[in-house]
């Protein structure tokens, strides 16, 4: 009797839930990917209300366009609390081929999105991944303008050697902690780094992305406003 009351509960629990379109704000293509990284762009939006959660996409790449549908598990409840939750997502393109590609975003209750990303011609001979530390967390000081980052060093044959930034001189700033490896005796040991900086060509009113590259592939990304 009780693995039948769990396989009900789990029957009306999949009838209870369905994935539905969710409302997108912003689609941000961050510059700087060549054709040895993994691509990324990040979208921005909300979730309606609390019947929604777990905003997730779906991408389908189709040579020079890449499709993407934001979507959200939605809990089919009479009442649902009228609280919008405004939501981040990191969307992996994978290793794509040197060239432009056209992205559009499908978003629920408007019309898609649209940008393009570029991709260069690869120019190292090594992984870009291993230029970075583990970043894991960002805070942004408005006022100061000053970005904070904490992150880790792989291991203590890695120095940080500063800063560099890509700007589209619009809406994202993409920022790469750079480190160097001093020493071929490498082991592996996590030393912590607490990074500040000032971040360049932040316009005032407008809504930006702060993307930060990562060893650990998966940027970390921050939007403010000034």
């Known amino acids: 009797m009780k693995l039948v009351f769990l396989l009900i509960m789990t029957f009306l629990s999949i009838?209870?839930?369905?994935?539905?379109?969710?409302?997108?704000?912003?689609?941000y293509t961050p510059k700087g990917f060549?054709?040895?990284?993994?691509?990324?762009?990040?979208?921005?939006?909300y979730l309606p209300n609390l019947c929604y959660q777990n905003p997730t996409h779906k991408i389908i790449i189709d040579k020079q366009k890449i499709f993407i549908e934001?979507?959200?598990?939605?809990?089919?409840?009479?009442?649902c609390p009228e609280v919008i939750v405004p939501y981040l997502k990191v969307i992996d393109?994978?290793?794509?081929?040197?060239?432009?590609?056209?992205?559009?975003?499908?978003?629920?209750?408007?019309h898609s999105l649209n940008d393009q990303i570029t991709i260069a011609k690869r120019t190292r001979g090594r992984?870009?991944?291993?230029?970075?530390?583990?970043?894991?967390?960002l805070d942004y000081d408005m006022a100061?303008?000053?970005?904070?980052?904490?992150?880790?060093?792989?291991?203590?044959c890695f120095e940080f050697r500063g800063f560099e930034f890509i700007s589209d001189k619009k809406e994202v700033i993409t920022?790469?902690?750079?480190?160097?490896?001093?020493?071929?005796?490498?082991?592996?040991?996590?030393?912590?780094l607490n990074l500040k900086t000032r971040i360049p060509n932040i316009v005032n009113g407008l809504r930006t992305l702060i993307h930060v590259r990562s060893l650990n592939l998966?940027?970390?990304n921050i939007e403010v406003s000034l």
């Open 15 to 27: 009838q209870a839930a369905t994935m539905e379109l969710v409302p997108v704000e912003n689609v």
């Open 34 to 45: 060549d054709s040895n990284d993994n691509a990324e762009i990040v979208v921005t939006g």
């Open 70 to 79: 934001m979507r959200a598990t939605r809990i089919n409840e009479v009442a």
């Open 93 to 110: 393109l994978g290793v794509l081929d040197r060239g432009k590609y056209k992205i559009e975003v499908t978003a629920a209750s408007q």
């Open 127 to 137: 992984i870009d991944e291993f230029n970075y530390p583990i970043v894991t967390n």
């Open 144 to 156: 100061a303008n000053e970005l904070s980052i904490k992150a880790y060093r792989p291991s203590d």
């Open 175 to 192: 920022v790469l902690p750079k480190m160097k490896r001093v020493r071929d005796f490498c082991p592996k040991k996590l030393t912590p």
């Open 218 to 220: 998966e940027s970390k």
